[in-house]
């Protein structure tokens, strides 16, 4: 896929070709891969249509975000951003974590990683530092929707310094399977989703390339290219 021509960029985890793969497409209705709208599984005992739950994710694919979506600096282009990305994946080592767990974060549903995620944050606060010079800074109506008067002071640190809230130590891995429910609906997602997911969880989780994705002018985000964590 071309590199250039993207609103924005983002480096992402997304799991390789696969069952997994495969199933989270179809749940959230986007395959970034293909570019390609799947069926929905149909699942019982969801609180609510599939495509309502899916709606606010599925623009964004079946990720884990590393370094957040940003708009390329002045001056810079996707090329040279694909080629700094690709020489600090080759210095970056796999992390391998012991799996991964269905949860509710909050109103969200999503997979997280178990045991010690520190290596994972390590990686993560890496990437988004030597990226950083790629991000052209927000505007004031971008930091406006991060509600900052709702944030903690240090994500609004983060937010200035950054661009985003959560990262470096606000840094919290997670692949998103809804939008935001009410508790009791979150809930009963998880024991919807819970049989379906199992057997698809990956034991041990590794971490073992990134992907760099572009959203195009639909809104939608597409990989463009994977990386492979080889330091």
């Not at 993207?6 to 891969?33: C, H, N, Q, S, T």
């Not at 974590?97 to 974060?105: C, D, Q, S, V, Y």
């Not at 991000?135 to 406006?144: M, S, V």
Request: with cysteine; hydrophobic share 45%; net charge negative.
């Amino acid at each position: 896929m071309a590199i250039g021509g993207f609103a924005r960029y983002a480096i992402y985890w997304a799991p390789e070709p696969g069952p997994l793969a495969d199933w989270a497409a179809g749940w959230l209705g986007w395959d970034p891969v293909g570019g390609t709208e799947p069926s929905h599984p149909d699942l019982p005992g969801l609180p609510r249509p599939v495509t309502e739950i899916t709606a606010t994710p599925r623009k964004y694919g079946f990720h884990g975000t590393v370094k957040p979506p940003f708009r390329l600096a002045d001056g810079l282009d996707a090329a040279e951003l694909d080629q700094t990305a690709r020489a600090l994946c080759a210095d970056l080592a796999p992390v391998a974590l012991p799996g991964l767990a269905l949860h509710r974060i909050g109103g969200f549903v999503a997979l997280t990683p178990e045991g010690d995620q520190t290596a994972l944050a390590g990686l993560a606060a890496r990437v988004v530092g030597a990226l950083d010079r790629f991000r052209l800074p927000p505007d004031a109506a971008e930091i406006a929707r991060r509600r900052p008067e709702r944030l903690s002071e240090r994500q609004r640190e983060h937010l200035a310094r950054w661009g985003y809230p959560y990262v470096m130590d606000e840094f919290r891995f997670h692949l998103t399977l809804s939008g935001d429910l009410p508790a009791a609906e979150a809930e009963a997602l998880v024991s919807a989703l819970a049989p379906a997911v199992a057997p698809l969880l990956p034991r041990p989780f590794s971490v073992d390339s990134l992907c760099l994705f572009g959203q195009a002018d639909d809104g939608r985000f597409r990989l463009i290219e994977r990386y492979a964590l080889t330091g």
